[in-house]
Structure formats: C-alpha cells, structure tokens
C-alpha cells in the first residue's frame, strides 16, 4: 500500500504541476491566437482601406466623365435641332414646289 500511495502522491504533484505548465500553455496559445486575429485584422483593415481609395478615384472619374456626357448630350441636341431646321426648311421648300 505504500507503494500506491506514493505512486498516487507523485501523480497528484505532477498533475498540479501539469496543470499550471497547462493552463501558462493555454494563455500562450491564447495569446498566439489573438496576436493572429490581430494581425489578420490588420491585413483586412488594410485591405478596406484600398479598396476605399480605388471606390474614391472611381467615383471621381465618374464624377468627370458624367460631366462630358453632359456636354456631349449639349453637342447632340444642338446637332439634332440644326439637322431639323435644315431638313424642314428643305421639306417646306419642296411641299411649296409642289403646289
């Protein structure tokens, strides 16, 4: 019986032992886990913060060429309406030729 006391009493110091060398183990690697998130989150913030830029670039480019779109619609209206006058003017010149 001595024997399995003694046997029981190193299991217990060294479970005691274990545990603490456990739980430093565990925050270790909880720390290792959060240093990972962390830099994960860096790299995606980063990322956002690029894809922001391109969006903002975008939007300016498109900001200026709505703005040429509106010139050329002036350039085509303005086209469109000369293009009619002239042909009405022809067509009101042919209907008087034939009466």
Same mark, same amino acid.
């Given at each position: 019986m001595a024997t399995r006391n003694s046997g029981t009493n190193t299991n217990t110091q060294s479970g005691v032992g274990g545990g603490a060398a456990t739980r430093q183990s565990i925050a270790s690697s909880g720390s290792a886990v959060k240093s990972r998130q962390l830099t994960q989150l860096h790299s995606q913030l *980063?990322?956002?913060? *690029?894809? &922001?830029?391109?969006?903002?670039? &975008? &939007?300016?480019?498109?900001s200026v060429q709505a703005e040429c779109m509106r010139g050329l619609g002036s350039w085509h209206g303005g &086209?469109?309406?000369a293009a009619s006058k002239v042909l009405g003017e022809e067509s009101v010149q042919q209907q008087a030729g034939q009466k």
């Open positions: *980063a990322q956002l913060s *690029a894809n &922001l830029a391109d969006t903002e670039n &975008l &939007l300016h480019m498109t &086209l469109f309406m």
